[in-house]
């Protein structure tokens, strides 16, 4: 297991590319005054041991130094000891849509990215339950298994987008059943999906699975992410360019609360209609916490080990390599033929 002590000094990292920008900018600037002071190739004979490479060559040396020197201070640790845990929780899967309607900005700064910051923030306030994800559109996939690394649970959360899953469509039923069987097969405590949808076009037998899934004894909440009226769906090639019908006229994507009620209600769940001052994630969450949980085991590591040693060290040795590289041409590099720059 690896992670950073010090995570947010990873930010320094910026500075990188903004350093880029303004070498670029004033070798621009150089390259603009040289034209202006005469010949270009009388200048380079009376400047016969200027490189145009060598001052390229340190900066990239610089710029893996400082970034090596970053990942330093940031603290790398890795985990150097596993043990195992108990705890006492439920387990909870999270069925996301992302089909192109959640990119429809009735719900700001978009349906999915409200669901995917609402659901982060839940993560942190998660201590001993198991989460897991599951994402549809069209098809339904497993992007987390169920787990109680919470770490990881984030990492995988930014990584979804429409593009995730290569079919188009809202295959509730698809995804209800996959995070069904994706429980642990031997947890003894109480189960919930947490389904985040619109709910819009469902292509499959939505009731079907939800009423199979309760017979299991797993709640269904659902949370709907959009308002009744509805809003414009993007298509993601510029601002205010929206997806069209076959006879030209924009798709309104709008909530379709009714199939929500109906699947809350017969997964013996709560539903939540979203808004822009909140998801709704809290409102099931509470319902989540008051279920009956169930003691589990799991390997943790219990110590980490800080290797900053070894960012540094490779810092320091790209930062001599800078400084032993000087910006004009030497007899002595000519001579070995280091460098024929």
Do not use: C
Not at 118 to 132: E, P
């Amino acid at each position: 297991m690896f992670q950073f002590s010090n995570p947010k000094l990873l930010y320094f990292l910026a500075v990188i590319p903004v350093v880029i920008i303004l070498y670029w900018l004033s070798a621009r600037r150089k390259r603009k005054l040289l034209k202006e002071f005469g010949d270009q190739s009388l200048i380079q004979e009376l400047m016969p041991d200027h490189s145009k490479s060598r001052p390229i060559i340190r900066l990239v040396l610089l710029l893996i130094a400082v970034a090596f020197f970053v990942l330093g201070i940031a603290g790398p640790e890795f985990g150097t000891k596993l043990q195992q845990k108990k705890h006492r929780g439920v387990e909870i899967i999270i069925a996301l849509d992302v089909s192109n309607s959640m990119l429809a900005e009735d719900i700001q700064p978009s349906r999915l990215e409200r669901a995917k910051q609402a659901i982060s923030k839940m993560v942190d306030n998660l201590q001993n339950d198991r989460i897991g994800l599951v994402m549809f559109a069209g098809e339904a996939y497993i992007q987390l298994p169920i787990t109680s690394d919470y770490i990881s649970a984030k990492m995988f959360l930014q990584t979804i987008n429409t593009n995730s899953v290569p079919v188009q469509g809202t295959a509730i039923g698809a995804a209800i059943n996959l995070a069904a069987r994706s429980f642990t097969a031997d947890f003894k405590g109480d189960k919930a999906i947490i389904l985040i949808t619109d709910g819009e076009n469902h292509e499959d037998d939505a009731l079907g699975a939800v009423k199979a899934a309760a017979e299991k004894g797993i709640v269904v909440h659902t949370i709907g992410v959009g308002l009744p009226q509805g809003a414009p769906v993007p298509d993601g090639t510029g601002t205010k360019n929206y997806l069209k019908d076959s006879q030209g006229n924009v798709v309104i994507s709008k909530l379709d609360e009714v199939m929500l009620n109906e699947i809350s209600g017969a997964g013996n769940g709560l539903y939540v209609r979203a808004n822009n001052t909140q998801l709704g994630l809290n409102t099931v969450f509470d319902k989540v916490k008051k279920m009956s949980k169930a003691e589990y085991e799991s390997k943790i590591y219990a110590e980490y080990e800080n290797q900053f040693q070894w960012p540094f060290g490779i810092a320091l040795f790209f930062l001599v390599l800078e400084m032993l590289i000087l910006d004009r041409k030497t007899r002595w590099s000519e001579k070995f033929h280091l460098f024929k720059v």
